[in-house]
Protein backbone atom coordinates (compact mmCIF):
# COMPACT_ATOMS: atom_id res chain seq x y z
CA UNK A 1 0.00 0.00 0.00
CA UNK A 2 1.40 3.54 -1.05
CA UNK A 3 1.52 6.47 1.49
CA UNK A 4 -1.74 8.03 -0.98
CA UNK A 5 -3.50 4.82 -0.76
CA UNK A 6 -3.02 5.10 3.05
CA UNK A 7 -4.51 9.07 3.50
CA UNK A 8 -7.34 7.81 1.46
CA UNK A 9 -8.67 3.89 2.64
CA UNK A 10 -6.42 3.38 6.31
CA UNK A 11 -3.75 5.29 7.52
CA UNK A 12 -0.22 6.61 7.05
CA UNK A 13 2.25 8.25 8.24
CA UNK A 14 4.31 11.24 7.93
CA UNK A 15 7.06 13.36 9.08
CA UNK A 16 7.06 17.05 10.20
CA UNK A 17 9.85 17.10 12.35
CA UNK A 18 10.87 20.82 11.98
CA UNK A 19 8.00 22.46 12.21
CA UNK A 20 7.81 25.96 13.92
CA UNK A 21 7.53 25.38 18.04
CA UNK A 22 7.49 28.26 20.04
CA UNK A 23 6.86 27.99 23.50
CA UNK A 24 5.63 30.43 25.89
CA UNK A 25 5.79 30.41 30.09
CA UNK A 26 5.09 32.91 32.39
CA UNK A 27 2.17 34.42 34.41
CA UNK A 28 1.15 37.14 31.38
CA UNK A 29 1.43 34.83 28.55
CA UNK A 30 -2.46 34.56 28.64
CA UNK A 31 -3.11 38.23 28.40
CA UNK A 32 -0.42 38.71 25.59
CA UNK A 33 -1.39 35.42 23.48
CA UNK A 34 -4.93 36.46 23.59
CA UNK A 35 -4.09 40.14 22.75
CA UNK A 36 -2.00 38.91 19.89
CA UNK A 37 -4.40 35.72 18.39
CA UNK A 38 -7.24 36.13 16.26
CA UNK A 39 -9.45 33.19 18.73
CA UNK A 40 -10.40 33.14 22.00
CA UNK A 41 -7.34 32.11 24.12
CA UNK A 42 -8.84 32.93 27.19
CA UNK A 43 -11.48 30.17 26.88
CA UNK A 44 -8.82 27.10 25.99
CA UNK A 45 -8.75 25.03 29.33
CA UNK A 46 -5.47 22.91 29.68
CA UNK A 47 -5.01 20.27 27.40
CA UNK A 48 -7.15 21.50 24.52
CA UNK A 49 -6.13 24.25 21.84
CA UNK A 50 -7.78 25.64 18.73
CA UNK A 51 -6.42 26.95 15.48
CA UNK A 52 -5.59 30.80 14.98
CA UNK A 53 -3.64 33.12 13.14
CA UNK A 54 -1.60 36.13 14.21
CA UNK A 55 -2.13 39.39 12.10
CA UNK A 56 -0.52 41.89 11.80
CA UNK A 57 -2.41 46.23 12.24
CA UNK A 58 -3.61 46.36 8.65
CA UNK A 59 -5.28 42.97 9.24
CA UNK A 60 -3.01 40.67 7.17
CA UNK A 61 -2.06 37.30 8.22
CA UNK A 62 1.76 37.28 9.05
CA UNK A 63 1.05 33.32 10.23
CA UNK A 64 -0.84 30.19 11.26
CA UNK A 65 -0.59 28.14 14.47
CA UNK A 66 -1.99 25.51 16.39
CA UNK A 67 -2.20 26.63 19.94
CA UNK A 68 -2.13 24.20 22.42
CA UNK A 69 -2.43 25.07 26.66
CA UNK A 70 -0.31 22.52 28.33
CA UNK A 71 0.00 22.62 32.50
CA UNK A 72 2.34 26.09 32.58
CA UNK A 73 2.39 26.81 29.02
CA UNK A 74 1.58 27.37 25.45
CA UNK A 75 2.97 25.54 22.75
CA UNK A 76 2.81 27.07 19.90
CA UNK A 77 2.66 24.81 16.14
CA UNK A 78 3.20 26.71 13.49
CA UNK A 79 4.91 25.82 10.04
CA UNK A 80 8.92 25.64 9.22
CA UNK A 81 8.91 28.85 7.57
CA UNK A 82 7.02 30.59 10.33
CA UNK A 83 8.41 29.47 13.78
CA UNK A 84 11.22 32.46 13.84
CA UNK A 85 8.82 34.72 12.05
CA UNK A 86 5.94 34.25 14.83
CA UNK A 87 8.50 33.73 18.00
CA UNK A 88 10.07 37.72 16.77
CA UNK A 89 5.95 38.77 16.69
CA UNK A 90 4.87 38.29 19.55
CA UNK A 91 8.46 39.45 21.34
CA UNK A 92 8.20 42.83 20.27
CA UNK A 93 5.20 43.36 21.72
CA UNK A 94 6.36 42.14 25.48
CA UNK A 95 7.16 45.48 27.42
CA UNK A 96 6.89 45.05 31.15
CA UNK A 97 4.86 41.28 30.97
CA UNK A 98 6.38 38.20 32.46
CA UNK A 99 6.61 36.16 29.09
CA UNK A 100 9.05 34.20 27.79
CA UNK A 101 9.71 32.76 24.58
CA UNK A 102 11.56 29.39 23.59
CA UNK A 103 12.24 28.31 20.01
CA UNK A 104 11.91 24.49 20.81
CA UNK A 105 11.71 23.15 16.98
CA UNK A 106 14.89 21.15 17.57
CA UNK A 107 13.68 19.63 20.77
CA UNK A 108 10.83 17.69 19.53
CA UNK A 109 9.84 15.13 16.38
CA UNK A 110 6.59 15.37 14.86
CA UNK A 111 4.68 12.74 13.04
CA UNK A 112 1.44 12.81 11.83
CA UNK A 113 -0.49 9.70 11.53
CA UNK A 114 -3.69 10.70 9.13
CA UNK A 115 -6.59 8.54 7.27
CA UNK A 116 -9.80 6.95 8.26
CA UNK A 117 -8.54 3.92 10.39
CA UNK A 118 -5.59 6.18 12.09
CA UNK A 119 -8.18 5.86 15.35
CA UNK A 120 -6.94 1.87 15.03
CA UNK A 121 -3.62 3.19 15.34
CA UNK A 122 -3.88 5.73 18.43
CA UNK A 123 -5.21 2.76 20.08
CA UNK A 124 -2.10 0.23 18.97
CA UNK A 125 0.45 3.07 20.64
CA UNK A 126 -1.89 2.45 23.75
CA UNK A 127 -3.28 6.32 23.80
CA UNK A 128 -6.87 7.02 23.68
CA UNK A 129 -9.05 7.96 20.97
CA UNK A 130 -10.01 12.35 21.55
CA UNK A 131 -13.29 13.66 20.59
CA UNK A 132 -12.63 17.36 19.45
CA UNK A 133 -10.09 18.77 16.79
CA UNK A 134 -7.01 20.14 18.68
CA UNK A 135 -7.71 18.10 21.87
CA UNK A 136 -4.23 17.08 23.44
CA UNK A 137 -3.28 14.20 25.47
CA UNK A 138 0.21 13.06 27.18
CA UNK A 139 2.12 10.46 25.26
CA UNK A 140 5.82 8.90 26.01
CA UNK A 141 7.70 11.84 27.22
CA UNK A 142 5.82 14.43 24.66
CA UNK A 143 2.02 14.29 23.38
CA UNK A 144 -0.44 13.50 20.86
CA UNK A 145 -3.05 16.24 19.65
CA UNK A 146 -5.82 15.70 16.94
CA UNK A 147 -4.61 17.88 14.28
CA UNK A 148 -4.62 17.48 10.50
CA UNK A 149 -1.94 18.46 8.26
CA UNK A 150 -4.23 17.11 5.03
CA UNK A 151 -7.76 17.56 6.46
CA UNK A 152 -8.28 13.83 7.10
CA UNK A 153 -9.31 12.44 10.35
CA UNK A 154 -5.91 11.83 12.07
CA UNK A 155 -3.81 13.00 15.38
CA UNK A 156 -0.05 14.54 15.44
CA UNK A 157 2.74 13.31 17.73
CA UNK A 158 4.92 15.77 19.60
CA UNK A 159 7.77 13.37 20.67
CA UNK A 160 11.14 14.23 21.94
CA UNK A 161 13.73 13.87 18.81
CA UNK A 162 15.94 11.02 20.35
CA UNK A 163 12.47 9.00 20.16
CA UNK A 164 11.68 9.87 16.71
CA UNK A 165 12.83 6.51 15.47
CA UNK A 166 11.38 4.35 17.99
CA UNK A 167 7.81 5.76 16.92
CA UNK A 168 8.40 5.19 13.38
CA UNK A 169 9.70 1.46 14.19
CA UNK A 170 6.20 0.86 15.88
CA UNK A 171 4.24 2.52 13.27
CA UNK A 172 6.11 0.41 10.61
CA UNK A 173 5.96 -2.81 12.82
CA UNK A 174 1.96 -1.88 12.73
CA UNK A 175 1.79 -1.85 8.79
CA UNK A 176 1.54 1.65 8.62
CA UNK A 177 3.16 3.27 5.60
CA UNK A 178 5.15 6.33 5.09
CA UNK A 179 3.38 8.59 3.01
CA UNK A 180 5.81 11.05 1.17
CA UNK A 181 5.46 14.95 0.89
CA UNK A 182 4.33 15.07 -2.37
CA UNK A 183 1.35 12.31 -1.55
CA UNK A 184 0.62 14.81 1.61
CA UNK A 185 0.23 17.48 -0.25
CA UNK A 186 -1.90 15.64 -2.91
CA UNK A 187 -4.32 15.12 -0.20
CA UNK A 188 -3.84 17.84 1.55
CA UNK A 189 -5.16 19.96 -1.96
CA UNK A 190 -7.59 17.15 -2.71
CA UNK A 191 -9.28 17.91 0.74
CA UNK A 192 -9.13 21.75 0.10
CA UNK A 193 -6.93 22.41 3.33
CA UNK A 194 -4.57 25.41 2.92
CA UNK A 195 -0.95 25.38 4.07
CA UNK A 196 0.61 29.00 5.37
CA UNK A 197 2.89 29.85 2.65
CA UNK A 198 1.45 28.53 -0.35
CA UNK A 199 -2.55 29.38 0.29
CA UNK A 200 -2.67 31.43 2.58
CA UNK A 201 0.34 34.38 2.78
CA UNK A 202 0.67 37.93 4.31
CA UNK A 203 -1.68 39.19 0.97
CA UNK A 204 -4.56 37.99 2.55
CA UNK A 205 -7.03 39.20 5.12
CA UNK A 206 -8.43 36.68 7.29
CA UNK A 207 -12.19 36.60 5.97
CA UNK A 208 -10.75 36.40 2.60
CA UNK A 209 -8.94 32.86 3.95
CA UNK A 210 -12.65 31.22 4.35
CA UNK A 211 -11.10 29.75 7.59
CA UNK A 212 -13.47 31.07 9.87
CA UNK A 213 -12.49 28.71 12.80
CA UNK A 214 -9.67 30.86 13.00
CA UNK A 215 -11.58 33.85 14.32
CA UNK A 216 -13.80 34.28 17.24
CA UNK A 217 -16.07 37.46 16.90
CA UNK A 218 -16.97 39.47 19.70
CA UNK A 219 -13.66 37.99 21.69
CA UNK A 220 -12.53 41.72 21.99
CA UNK A 221 -9.20 43.90 21.09
CA UNK A 222 -6.33 41.81 19.80
CA UNK A 223 -3.94 43.36 16.94
CA UNK A 224 -5.69 43.61 13.27
CA UNK A 225 -9.12 42.94 14.87
CA UNK A 226 -10.30 46.53 13.98
CA UNK A 227 -9.78 45.25 9.98
CA UNK A 228 -11.33 42.28 10.49
CA UNK A 229 -14.72 43.43 12.51
CA UNK A 230 -14.60 46.41 9.31
CA UNK A 231 -14.69 43.75 7.23
CA UNK A 232 -17.55 41.55 8.96
CA UNK A 233 -19.59 44.50 9.28
CA UNK A 234 -19.58 45.74 6.05
CA UNK A 235 -19.34 42.47 4.32
CA UNK A 236 -16.45 43.81 1.88
CA UNK A 237 -14.71 40.88 0.93
CA UNK A 238 -14.47 39.81 -2.83
CA UNK A 239 -12.63 36.78 -3.33
CA UNK A 240 -12.58 33.78 -1.09
CA UNK A 241 -10.08 30.69 -1.31
CA UNK A 242 -12.07 27.78 -2.60
CA UNK A 243 -11.42 24.21 -4.01
CA UNK A 244 -11.10 24.55 -7.99
CA UNK A 245 -10.73 21.63 -10.33
CA UNK A 246 -9.51 22.01 -13.72
CA UNK A 247 -10.11 18.98 -16.64
CA UNK A 248 -6.02 18.62 -17.17
CA UNK A 249 -3.45 15.96 -15.75
CA UNK A 250 -1.24 19.17 -16.04
CA UNK A 251 -1.58 21.34 -12.95
CA UNK A 252 -0.66 24.99 -13.77
CA UNK A 253 1.58 27.44 -11.68
CA UNK A 254 0.49 29.29 -8.73
CA UNK A 255 -0.94 32.62 -9.59
CA UNK A 256 -2.32 30.99 -12.69
CA UNK A 257 -5.19 32.99 -13.19
CA UNK A 258 -8.57 31.61 -14.59
CA UNK A 259 -11.28 33.73 -16.27
CA UNK A 260 -15.22 33.95 -17.67
CA UNK A 261 -15.90 35.16 -21.04
CA UNK A 262 -12.63 36.33 -21.02
CA UNK A 263 -12.59 37.91 -17.45
CA UNK A 264 -10.28 36.56 -14.66
CA UNK A 265 -12.23 36.20 -11.97
CA UNK A 266 -9.98 33.89 -9.97
CA UNK A 267 -6.36 33.06 -8.85
CA UNK A 268 -4.57 29.59 -8.42
CA UNK A 269 -2.49 29.10 -4.75
CA UNK A 270 -1.62 25.51 -5.37
CA UNK A 271 -2.50 22.76 -7.93
CA UNK A 272 -1.62 19.01 -8.75
CA UNK A 273 -3.00 16.20 -10.33
CA UNK A 274 -5.14 13.96 -8.35
CA UNK A 275 -4.88 10.28 -9.16
CA UNK A 276 -8.70 9.83 -7.26
CA UNK A 277 -10.26 12.57 -8.59
CA UNK A 278 -8.27 11.66 -12.61
CA UNK A 279 -8.13 15.57 -12.67
CA UNK A 280 -6.42 18.55 -11.44
CA UNK A 281 -7.28 19.47 -7.96
CA UNK A 282 -6.41 22.91 -6.87
CA UNK A 283 -7.34 26.16 -4.47
CA UNK A 284 -7.94 29.43 -6.11
CA UNK A 285 -8.95 32.71 -4.76
CA UNK A 286 -12.48 32.78 -6.31
CA UNK A 287 -14.55 36.35 -6.70
CA UNK A 288 -17.57 35.61 -3.89
CA UNK A 289 -20.22 36.47 -6.61
CA UNK A 290 -18.24 33.49 -8.91
CA UNK A 291 -18.69 31.20 -6.13
CA UNK A 292 -22.74 31.49 -5.95
CA UNK A 293 -22.65 30.78 -9.55
CA UNK A 294 -20.06 28.36 -10.02
CA UNK A 295 -19.59 28.80 -13.79
CA UNK A 296 -17.42 27.03 -16.26
CA UNK A 297 -14.12 28.96 -15.84
CA UNK A 298 -10.75 28.65 -18.28
CA UNK A 299 -7.19 28.99 -17.58
CA UNK A 300 -6.30 32.52 -18.81
CA UNK A 301 -4.76 32.00 -22.25
CA UNK A 302 -5.94 28.10 -22.74
CA UNK A 303 -9.26 26.20 -23.35
CA UNK A 304 -8.39 24.37 -20.71
CA UNK A 305 -11.88 24.01 -18.30
CA UNK A 306 -11.92 24.29 -14.74
CA UNK A 307 -14.94 24.20 -12.02
CA UNK A 308 -16.09 24.93 -8.71
CA UNK A 309 -16.85 21.49 -7.18
Known amino acids: MTGYEGLHTAAAWFDLSGRGLVRMTGEDRTRLLHAMATNDIQKLAPWHGCYTFFLNAQGRILADANVFVLDNSYLLDTEPETGEKLLQHLD ?17 AVIDVEGPESGKILEQLQATPLDQPWDIQAWEGGMIATVSATGAVGFRVFIPASEKADVIAKLTSAGVPEAKPDEVRTVRIENGKPRYGEDITERYLAQETNQMHAVAYGKGCYLGQEIVERVRSRAQIHRMLHSVRIRSQSPPEPR ?40 EMKITGTDITAYIP
Request: a negative charge; charged letters at 25%.
Open 256 to 295: TKLNVEGQDIAEITSAVFSPKLREVAALAYVRVEQLQTKP
Open 92 to 108: QYVIADDVTFADESQQW
